[in-house]
């Protein structure tokens, strides 16, 4: 079974680094590039186009700034006296105004020192300002002025504003909204005598809805690609993701509807993506429940073959009973119905446990065992029920080293115990079970030896297969259900271990030395076989 011990990662950021950019997986990529790439283009577009924008409205502003200078300057000389203080002459002012060639897209207004307007280009050019008239007044209502309304009154404001500046003798330029409600580029400057202001020149452009017009036709095409990776992302992610899923999920529901054992899958093991990946995990997992309905089938099959037999027994002891008047062959009789009975509990409770060894393995989690702690307590229990006759257990673990690994603690637990009763059962009265424990290349090894026959050379797999039972002769018929070491073998497998058995022969019992690297059979064709060698081997956990 492989360690759950955490493996530090010498790079701190990585871990940040794989969960934003998923590492291995194609398709986590290709959303994200494409997620990003929309991103990209529409955030790109918006700061190209916002500076142009700036860039636009900043050169209208330079324009005007330099046509009211040059404006500002003719007045200057030209409108203005400066005995006895400097003053604006409004109709020399209103007349240079009318004669110069003014900008067409602007409208340029001259005020005095007091903020009172002098003149009005729209009005020099007789350009007419218009605004939406008022409702219909019925016949019989009384007329009244409706005063100025909210955004007449804000447009003012900011006018008012504006020109104050402009009399500190400041340069004001901006944004402001008329009383139309258009937004307009405004630019106010100080007329100056020497050093005194008399009069302020106002330019204003209104051509700023026509640049953020402008700025949003630029900015369609930004968009229009965009809208269109968008919507190619996600008929990739439909075709790629969406589809094969679903066409998984209805292939499942075939299944739950036809109750049938396995799923005929889309073929999408050849992608190289999760979606393959989950494709071929379902093969194998559908393969696998097929492999294990099967399994338990024959399971079945073999409980009911090995079940019939102490019962078809159970039934002619029965039906001889009755015929039987002799004291001792109805003694005997008992005797077999017992042993039967005895049988039949065995085969029941063994069973049971096989049924439920897989459940019982999901269900609890891997934990650290130490091996000889484990082996310690198991052989100190057969210390303590030792009877006469009974082959005794010697352990032997290395001294002062703890040798770990990762597993339920339980069902390894039942390993041990289902090889020492094999070995004890085909062991001499009064004979010795060896228990090693040992590690090496980060496998730790259990061996569990015992005196008796050996095993037959062509028996050495099949002692692991259920209910194969091989008896020395005067064994006890019915004693053993055949299913100690196929449970033992599951159990050892799905810790990620090995289980092997075989044979000791009498040249390893005069060396005393262990081999390691003998299998399935240690014993040659030539030698004499000393007893029978059951070997565990489990990957170690390392602290």
Not at 114 to 141: C, F, H, M, N
Not at 300 to 311: S, Y
Request: charged fraction near 30%; avoid cysteine.
């Amino acid at each position: 079974m492989a360690s759950d011990t955490a493996i530090a990662s010498p790079d701190p950021g990585g871990a940040a680094r794989r969960r934003f950019w998923p590492k291995g997986s194609r398709l986590g990529r290709l959303i994200i590039a494409l997620n990003l790439l929309s991103l990209a283009i529409l955030i790109g577009g918006a700061l190209t186009l916002n500076e142009m924008r700036r860039g636009l409205v900043n050169a209208r502003i330079d324009s005007l700034i330099a046509q009211g200078e040059w404006i500002a300057r003719i007045i200057d000389d030209a409108a203005t006296v400066g005995e006895p203080e400097p003053a604006l002459q409004p109709e020399r002012a209103a007349q240079l105004l009318q004669l110069l060639h003014l900008p067409r897209d602007a409208r340029v207004r001259l005020f005095d020192r007091d903020g009172r307007k002098i003149t009005d280009s729209y009005v020099v050019a007789d350009r007419v300002e218009w605004r939406p008239l008022p409702p219909v007044r019925k016949p019989d209502q009384t007329p009244r002025d409706p005063g100025p309304s909210p955004t007449e009154q804000r447009a003012a404001k900011a006018l008012q504003t504006e020109l104050a500046l402009a009399r500190t003798g400041e340069i004001v330029k901006g944004r402001r909204i008329t009383e139309n409600g258009e937004q307009v580029i405004s630019v106010s400057l100080p007329i100056r005598r020497v050093r005194a202001v008399v009069g302020v020149l106002t330019l204003e452009a209104g051509d700023v809805n026509e640049i953020i017009a402008r700025e949003r036709a630029n900015l369609i095409p930004f968009i229009l690609i965009a809208v269109g990776v968008t919507l190619l992302s996600s008929v990739l992610l439909t075709v790629l993701v969406a589809r094969p899923v679903l066409r998984l999920a209805r292939a499942a529901d075939r299944v739950k509807a036809a109750r049938a054992r396995s799923i005929s899958l889309p073929d999408l093991s050849r992608r190289d993506d999760e979606i393959g990946d989950l494709s071929r995990s379902l093969e194998d997992m559908t393969d696998t429940l097929s492999e294990r309905m099967d399994a338990i089938e024959r399971f079945a099959a073999d409980v009911a073959h090995e079940i019939r037999n102490p019962l078809t027994s159970i039934r002619s002891a029965i039906e001889t009973l009755d015929l039987v008047k002799d004291a001792k062959a109805r003694e005997r009789l008992m005797g077999i119905l017992k042993q039967d009975v005895g049988r039949l509990d065995r085969l029941v409770t063994d069973i049971s446990n096989a049924s439920r060894l897989d459940a019982e393995l999901s269900r609890d989690s891997p934990k650290v065992i130490d091996l000889g702690r484990l082996l310690t307590d198991i052989v100190q229990v057969y210390e303590a029920s030792l009877r006469p006759g009974e082959a005794t257990v010697v352990l032997a673990v290395p001294a002062g080293e703890t040798v770990a690994v990762s597993g339920r603690e339980g069902p390894l637990g039942q390993v041990f115990r289902n090889l020492i009763d094999n070995a004890r059962s085909f062991s001499p009265a009064g004979g010795e079970v060896r228990v090693t424990l040992t590690h090496d290349r980060g496998q730790a090894r259990v061996l569990v030896e015992d005196d008796g026959p050996g095993i037959p050379q062509d028996n050495l797999e099949t002692v692991f297969e259920r209910f194969y039972t091989s008896r020395p002769k005067g064994a006890a018929f019915g004693g053993n259900s055949g299913l100690g070491l196929s449970i033992a073998r599951q159990i050892v497998q799905a810790h990620g271990g090995e289980i092997h058995a075989e044979n000791r022969a009498k040249s390893d019992e005069k060396s005393g030395e262990i081999p390691r690297d003998k299998s399935p059979d240690s014993a040659s064709s030539g030698e004499t076989i000393a007893g029978a060698r059951f070997v565990v081997v489990l990957p170690e956990r390392r602290s």
